[in-house]
């Protein structure tokens, strides 16, 4: 069994793997939208949970995804496993949040990080329609309202979205819980 893995030895295996600014800064939103819903549906695993966020797409910059999705995920666990992590239910939660892998989501946690890694981009998307572009203006209801504009932050895949109400908590709520979240990291965030 391998040791634990402490957000601090987390983040320098991120910082090791992952270079680019923008992946950085996104890894950091979706640790703080996991650690908000562990709250709520975990609330002894929130470190954990934010890890698998921190972690999802930790091999982003080694892996050839944009050739072959497939390798997105399997990827990331192979190199937490060469570091000394060999950590199942984490593994699988980061391979899940990309199902064309071949690993769906099935548990809690697996739903809540397909969930949140779009969750990020989507709320990040609304921010900049605001004059200030600021996270602090964002309301909820403009956060709701875009989810059905399709062609607006077009990446933000809603379907894994919508995968939020298979953990209990509501489209509504995830807002919420999202928005106050990255509010908390906002300057790190630079929103
Ligand atoms: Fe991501």
């Not at 946690?109 to 981009?121: F, K, T």
């Not at 875009?146 to 509504?172: C, H, P, V």
Request: aromatic share 8%.
């Amino acid at each position: 069994m391998s040791e634990k893995l402490t957000r601090e030895k987390a983040n320098e295996i991120l910082h090791k793997h992952v270079k680019g600014e923008n992946y950085i800064v996104h890894s950091y939103a979706v640790e703080a939208i996991m650690k908000g819903l562990a709250k709520r549906l975990a609330p002894d695993e929130v470190e954990y949970w934010g890890i698998c966020g921190l972690l999802h797409d930790l091999d982003e910059e080694t892996c050839p995804w944009r050739t072959d999705l497939s390798t997105h995920g399997p990827t990331s666990a192979k190199i937490l496993k060469d570091e000394g992590y060999d950590d199942p239910v984490m593994a699988n939660a980061i391979m899940a949040h990309n199902p064309v892998c071949g690993k769906n989501p099935e548990t809690t946690l697996e739903y809540a990080l397909i969930a949140a890694d779009p969750m990020s981009g989507f709320v990040k998307a609304v921010a900049q329609i605001y004059p200030d572009k600021k996270l602090a203006s964002v309301k909820h209801k403009s956060v709701a309202k875009r989810f059905n504009e399709s062609r607006f932050a077009a990446g933000a895949n809603r379907q894994y979205l919508m995968e939020i109400e298979k953990t209990g908590i509501s489209w509504d709520e995830f807002i919420d819980i999202s928005l106050e979240s990255l509010l908390e990291i906002a300057d790190v965030l630079g929103l």
